[in-house]
């Protein structure tokens, strides 16, 4: 069964700090991926997905940047963390099957950022 | 661009009781669409999803959803509600193209009362 891992769980770090946060997806292949943020009491915004190695959209001009290095895992960084990047990061897969979207997504636990 | 409004930012409601939660879209075709639930601290599980066929589609723990094209609604539903349902809602449309992103709504927080 396929199952996604999402690390660290929470996350301090201060103002100007480096960033890395990682994802990786087990039991498929070529998966679609997806980092979202949930700013407090906020709904979810995209901000970056792949459809293979190597090939990130951004979707919101920011501070932050993706990547993925290996089919199943995409990784989201920052050189210089802002008060602003604070929230609840969550990452997730969708199968691609002829470009299918009705298998939803599923995902990852979280990482919970303070920037302080 | 599609959208997704979910009107109704908290909802209370007591243990037994029916719950409604309302999802409206907008999108020039017929979508994909999605509830997910979010229990504090935690990702998103996906209870249900509609992309053709019986307008009526059954989830897990019990939800079920009602997509009404006249209306760009889907609005989830559960007769009645378990404390274990305190949690954040959220409604999801998805079209097929490159990526297949789904776009979210902004979430109903739902409390459930003894």
């Known amino acids: 069964s396929q199952t996604i891992h999402q690390w660290p769980a929470t996350l301090v770090q201060p103002v100007g700090s480096p960033l890395s946060l990682e994802c990786t997806v087990e039991?498929?292949?070529?998966?679609?991926l997806y980092w979202y943020r949930q700013a407090a009491g906020r709904g979810l915004q995209l901000l970056f997905y792949?459809?293979?190695?190597?090939?990130i959209s951004s979707e919101v001009p920011q501070n932050l940047s993706a990547s993925r290095p290996q089919d199943r895992q995409f990784i989201l960084s920052s050189k210089k963390l802002l008060l602003s990047d604070s929230g609840f990061y969550l990452c997730?897969?969708?199968?691609?099957?002829?470009?299918?979207?009705?298998?939803?997504?599923?995902f990852g636990s979280g990482t919970r950022l303070t920037v302080v | 661009a599609q959208s997704v409004t979910q009107p109704d930012i908290h909802i209370t409601v007591s243990e037994g009781a029916s719950l409604e939660l309302r999802c409206n879209y907008s999108?020039?075709?017929?979508?994909?669409l999605f509830w997910y639930v979010q229990s504090p601290g935690q990702g998103l599980q996906l209870l249900l999803k509609?992309?053709?066929?019986?307008?009526l589609v059954q989830g897990i723990k019990g939800f079920e959803a009602e997509f009404k094209r006249s209306q760009s609604s889907f609005n989830l539903r559960k007769p009645s509600v378990h404390w274990s349902d305190a949690a954040e809602y959220f409604c999801?449309?998805?079209?097929?193209?490159?990526?297949?992103?789904?776009?979210f709504g902004g979430g109903t927080r739902v409390l459930v009362k003894p």
């Open positions: 039991g498929t292949s070529n998966p679609n």
């Open positions: 792949s459809v293979g190695i190597g090939q």
């Open positions: 509609y992309f053709s066929g019986d307008t």
């Open positions: 997730a897969w969708s199968p691609t099957i002829l470009g299918e979207v009705s298998y939803g997504y599923t």
């Open positions: 999108y020039g075709a017929t979508p994909y």
């Open positions: 999801a449309v998805g079209i097929k193209a490159a990526g297949n992103k789904l776009t």
